[in-house]
T-cell receptor, first 115, second 114 residues
């Protein structure tokens, strides 16, 4: 299994540009999560999906952020327009639940720098 | 609301000594508890979890954690520290029903001194 795959690994963009981060979850995992990591705020959940449906988006900072999961194998997190304060590492994770067992697997992250 | 506290930002341990990284939690219902490790410029790697059963959970790389319901704690331990254990460690919690989101602590930077 290739694990959770995120792209790109690094993104440098200018303020005001649109940024799209991508995630491929592990096949068979039915929930997908987007987290953001910064020095100031640590790891914070932005949004999560269950069976491709957004369940909790209370962590999405503002309308500039949007996330979609058009099918079970792909999700995007879009920032439009981007601002320097959006600079962070964005992690995608997917999870499974089987017979009372739970597991969460994280991708390697996308390091976003907005200049 | 669920929350995790990792009271120590930094823990320094001499190589070969036992190590403990502390974690306390607050959650509705029964807790599901996790420890993850993060090396520089890497993602979060799973170490171990407590869902139910034995209070002492064994995980990867010789780590273990003890679930204590009365103290709402889930401290990470290792009998003999290695220099390669130096990393950032995160404790996380979710409840056993409803929202599946994992809430993380602020992390503890563990440094093993040769």
């Amino acid at each position: 299994d290739a694990g959770v795959i995120q792209s790109p690994r690094h993104e440098v963009t200018e303020m005001g540009q649109e940024v799209t981060l991508r995630c491929k979850p592990i096949s068979g995992h039915n929930s997908l999560f987007w987290y953001r990591q910064t020095m100031m705020r640590g790891l914070e959940l932005l949004i999560y999906f269950n069976n491709n449906v957004p369940i909790d988006d209370s962590g999405m900072p503002e309308d500039r952020f949007s996330a979609k999961m058009p099918n079970a194998s792909f999700s995007t997190l879009k920032i439009q327009p981007s601002e320097p304060r959006d600079s962070a590492v964005y992690f995608c994770a997917s999870s499974y639940r089987t017979g009372g067992h739970y597991g969460y697997t994280f991708g390697s992250g996308t390091r976003l720098t907005v200049v | 609301a669920q929350s995790v506290a990792q009271p120590e930002d930094q823990v320094n341990v001499a190589e070969g000594n036992p190590l403990t990284v502390k974690c306390t939690y607050s959650v509705s219902g029964n807790p599901y508890l996790f420890w993850y490790v993060q090396y520089p410029n890497r993602g979060l790697q799973f170490l171990l979890k407590y869902i139910t059963g034995d209070n002492l959970v064994k995980g990867s790389y010789g780590f273990e954690a003890e679930f204590n319901k009365s103290q709402t704690s889930f401290h990470l331990k290792k009998p003999s520290a290695l220099v390669s254990d130096s990393a950032l460690y995160f404790c996380a919690v979710r409840g056993d029903f409803g929202n599946e989101k994992l809430t993380f602590g602020t992390g503890t930077r563990l440094t093993i001194i040769p």
